[in-house]
């Protein structure tokens, strides 16, 4: 073992007493944002679905069910609010009568005034810092853009990728996960016969106990301080900490520039590099696991807590959920208690749930 190990019970507690003060509205790095589906959304069609993740976008419009006009690809990196009004007029479809956003980064919900869910953004994560867009309503930014390209008025409708996802299910399922750049967690819970889908931004949690890796991580970040706990798991820094141990140790073993390329040599070497993925992989999980045993004990589920999940991490990482369900067993899960949904395409889906 070339990593400390984290005390995962003492995370998992001290997961839970944060979520437990957010939910409280006390001072707490876990947010508990409230998101109200409002009682009537658009009817307008066609419309079109965009879903801006850590790493890609994906962009289509529903057409007698079916997903026609899909585009997808990497996304450039959004310094500034100029380079996300260009990335938006590069996918924009004209001949549409309303837009759907599924936006991956930390967003404070409001209804607009064409009653859809819709929210201002709170900061930049994942090394997009969004510079002249923190603050702003992003619906109206949206529009604004649509609307000096095509001069044409569209209603439009955002949401938190974690929000999107819950609603891209039958809404039987408890709430959503992103594992793949990022990291966060959303959680369906009803109360006085409403609703209300739960933004918990798992990923800027940081009462737990730091160390020289995520310290030299977070200090090169273009986010310095914000989401630490998702830059101890999420892929979009699992490769830096490679990086970071091949050279503090001096290891006779190659950097790495990607997540992708760490998780395969996790299944395919043999030797040190593949030992020190494997090792950085299980304590993702064993993190991951962690924070969904808290999130089930607040919630106090005698049934099964089952998350629609998405992310490359999760899915294709190297024995990832295994080792998440090892861990869980490990710190007081019940056998057979959590379970993960797949749902083809779910990030459109989630999005197109905001219209209808």
Not at 42 to 50: C, G, V
Not at 215 to 231: A, P
Not at 285 to 293: G, M
Request: charged share 25%; glycine share 8%.
């Amino acid at each position: 073992m070339i990593l400390d190990t984290p005390d995962y019970q003492k995370i998992k507690t001290s997961f839970l007493n944060e979520l437990t003060a957010a939910s409280k509205g006390k001072d707490s790095s876990v947010s508990f944002i409230k998101n109200e589906l409002p009682n009537k959304t658009t009817e307008k069609n066609p419309f079109q679905a965009i879903v801006v993740g850590g790493s890609n976008f994906v962009s289509a419009t529903p057409t007698d069910g079916n997903l026609t006009k899909r585009t997808q690809g990497s996304l450039p990196i959004f310094n500034t609010a100029t380079d996300f009004e260009k990335f938006l007029l590069s996918v924009f479809e004209p001949d549409i009568s309303a837009l759907a956003l599924n936006f991956a980064y930390p967003i404070s919900p409001i209804i607009n005034e064409d009653n859809l869910l819709d929210g201002r953004l709170i900061n930049g994560t994942k090394e997009h810092a969004f510079k002249g867009l923190v603050g702003q309503n992003l619906g109206e930014f949206v529009k604004k853009t649509y609307f000096a390209k095509f001069e044409k008025e569209i209603p439009v409708s955002v949401a938190n990728d974690t929000i999107c996802l819950a609603l891209s299910g039958s809404g039987q399922e408890s709430g959503g996960m992103v594992l793949g750049s990022g990291f966060n967690i959303s959680l369906r819970i009803i109360n006085e016969h409403k609703t209300h889908i739960i933004n918990l931004e798992a990923g800027n949690f940081d009462k737990f106990e730091s160390d020289k890796i995520l310290e030299e991580i977070d200090s090169k970040s273009e986010n310095k301080g914000i989401n630490r706990f998702e830059k101890m798991l999420s892929g979009n820094y699992l490769w830096l900490i490679y990086n970071f141990v091949v050279e503090r140790y001096g290891l006779n073993i190659q950097n790495i520039s990607n997540s992708k390329s760490m998780s395969q040599l996790a299944y395919d070497d043999k030797t040190k590099s593949g030992d020190l993925a494997r090792e950085i992989l299980t304590r993702s999980a064993s993190l991951v696991a962690s924070t969904i045993s808290a999130i089930y004990e607040f919630l106090n589920k005698s049934e099964e807590l089952t998350l629609i999940t998405e992310g490359s991490l999760f899915w294709n990482g190297w024995n990832y959920q295994e080792n998440m369900e090892k861990k869980l067993k490990e710190i007081g899960v019940p056998k057979n208690k959590i379970s993960f949904k797949k749902i083809p395409d779910s990030s459109i889906k989630g999005a197109l749930g905001l219209m209808k």
